[in-house]
């Protein structure tokens, strides 16, 4: 990983990439994109509100000493998984934030779901758990992600239009996948969340 922390960040105006996350979003059903556009902050400092919980769900580890125990016989302590996760996310302020800034409407979403998730499974150590470690892979995989936008996008490598369509699906799926998990805590707690359409991109 440590071609992340080599990559600098570039400014807004050097942005080169399409906008991927609203070509994502815009590939979901209408329940789905109902479900995320309930959740978005629509800010652009998304990832430090996320970091401030992850830092609080880390505070409740160690209070708690949580631990589970997985199918497979492994014991994972979540303090450890959570510190990944915010390691991944800084490492993703490191080179994503200017997709934030470019299009804070639709690149914040999968950031402002980790927010709600993380608040809604804080009371079960089960649930936590798999929230967690969930959302600890999808950090990791959006940190890989920014990467490849940051050293390809713009370039004039032959596959870049492959790359782009991969980018665009994985999106998709990821966006899919969060609204899936927000939906289930939503049935689950009764939660709801207030619909706000997203209509066009801040200024």
């Known amino acids: 990983m440590s071609t992340v922390s080599h990559v600098q960040p570039t400014n807004l ?15 979901l059903e209408a329940d789905l994109k109902a479900t995320l556009s309930a ?37 994972v302590i979540l303090r450890d998984v959570v510190e990944k996760m915010i390691g991944w996310i800084h490492r993703y302020k490191e080179v994503g934030t200017i997709a934030i800034q470019y299009d804070p409407v639709h690149a914040a979403l999968p950031w402002a779901a980790f927010i709600f998730l993380l608040d809604v499974s804080l009371g079960d150590i089960q649930m936590f758990a798999a929230v967690v470690m969930d959302l600890e892979f999808i950090a990791l ?20 239009d492959s790359l782009e369509d991969a980018l665009v699906c994985l999106y998709s799926e990821t966006l899919t996948h969060l609204s899936k998990c927000l939906q289930y805590f939503e049935k689950k707690t009764g939660c709801r969340f207030k619909t706000i359409h997203i209509t066009q991109k801040m200024s």
């Open 13 to 27: 105006q050097q942005y080169k990439g399409e906008n991927y996350w609203k070509k994502a979003f815009d590939l």
């Open 39 to 75: 959740t978005n902050t629509h800010k652009l400092n998304v990832l430090n509100e996320v970091l401030d919980k992850v830092e609080k769900s880390r505070q409740t580890c160690i209070r708690r000493q949580w631990k589970v125990k997985l199918p497979s016989g492994k014991m």
């Open 141 to 160: 995989l959006l940190c890989r992600c920014s990467v490849y936008e940051k050293l390809y996008i713009g370039s004039s490598a032959t596959t870049l």
